[in-house]
């Protein structure tokens, strides 16, 4: 047996005088910053992913809302001409706001009466009646001559402190 503690003591011994094989506190603390670094990029980048997904959507909602204007326009021209009126009966020079529940563009005098709310439908309106949204909807027209007009929907909105525009125009003639 003595034979076999003195190879154990020179075993341990051995052992003993060798590094540890174990990671020492800096390399730990030098892992742990590299993959907070590498989770800090990952992290930015799903969140300017999500700020990119609610500017595309209300770039869509400024699209549709400013072709939505131009059509009602053109609505109130062809009613014109069904109705056997001029043409362009109602659609003085000016800026206006409308909505799918007026006849006629309505003359803006309160820039507040461009502001756009929800009803409990789901529509676009400019009556205080629904949900104020952050979208705002002017219609200018422009009479160019006898024959044509110029139509500009313009949509504002805003985003944590940033204003957004979106304008549309086309042309409408008395072609009927």
């Known amino acids: 047996m003595n034979r076999r503690n003195k190879k154990n ?10 590094k540890s094989p174990a990671f020492t506190l800096i390399e ?7 993959i907070s670094v590498g989770l800090l990029g990952v992290l930015s ?30 609505k109130t021209r062809d009613t014109n001409w069904t109705t056997v009126n001029f043409w362009n009966q109602g659609l003085e020079d000016g800026t206006y706001f409308m909505d799918y529940l007026n006849e006629t563009p ?17 529509y676009y309106v400019h009556d205080a009646g629904g949900e104020l949204t952050n979208f705002s909807r002017t219609i200018e ?29 086309t042309r409408l003639y008395d072609w009927y």
């Open 9 to 18: 003591n020179k075993i341990l011994k051995r052992i003993g005088n060798k």
């Open 28 to 34: 730990i603390i030098v892992i742990l910053f590299i």
């Open 45 to 74: 980048l799903v969140i300017q992913n999500i700020q990119s997904q609610v500017i595309n959507k209300n770039s869509i909602v400024a699209y549709q809302l400013a072709q939505e204007g131009i059509e009602l326009v053109r």
């Open 106 to 122: 309505q003359i803006l005098g309160d820039p507040g009466s461009a502001n756009l709310y929800k009803n409990v439908n789901g």
């Open 141 to 169: 027209i422009i009479n160019i001559n006898t024959y044509s007009m110029s139509v500009k929907a313009h949509i504002s909105w805003s985003n944590k402190k940033q204003t957004f525009d979106y304008y549309l125009e």
